[in-house]
């Protein structure tokens, strides 16, 4: 697996290549959300980690919210977290948060105290609906 600050660069990197493209811009963000945080739980319980097409739409209905880098940069920032349930709840979570509480994702906000991430698990199905 590529190491998560390298894998960030080159997505943004992809990202920027197919800027007037939103559907590869999705399809490059579910597959690399899908590795570095999971998409959901299988009927066992597990995770799930390659797309299905209902994966494209939630993402999809999620960067059309935000924008395509915004999405990614919160889901390498979400990685690594102890996330119990589905990830892409949590990511939502996450980007409902950061709207929220004002913070634009840029370095300067940190200064200011923002968190980009939401205060509890409980608020993994506050998003919006996707």
């Known amino acids: ?3 998560l ?6 997505v943004l990197d992809d ?11 999705i399809s490059i963000i579910t597959q690399n959300v899908g590795e570095i945080l999971g998409l959901g739980l299988d009927g066992s319980g597990g995770l799930r980690t390659e797309p299905e097409k209902e994966d494209y739409a939630r993402v999809g209905a999620l960067v059309k919210r935000c924008s395509p880098q915004v999405v990614w940069k919160t889901a390498c920032r979400a990685a690594g977290q102890a996330i119990d349930g ?3 709840d949590y990511l939502q ?4 948060h ?3 509480d004002g913070s634009s994702g840029r370095r300067d906000d940190k200064a200011g105290g923002r968190n980009d991430y939401p205060g509890t698990p409980d608020e993994y199905g506050d998003g919006w609906e996707v």
């Open 98 to 100: 950061r709207r929220e």
């Open 15 to 25: 990202l920027r290549h197919f800027h007037d493209d939103r559907r590869t811009q």
């Open 86 to 88: 589905d990830p892409l």
């Open 5 to 10: 600050p390298q894998r960030r660069r080159r």
């Open 93 to 96: 979570a996450c980007l409902r």
């Open 1 to 3: 697996m590529e190491p």
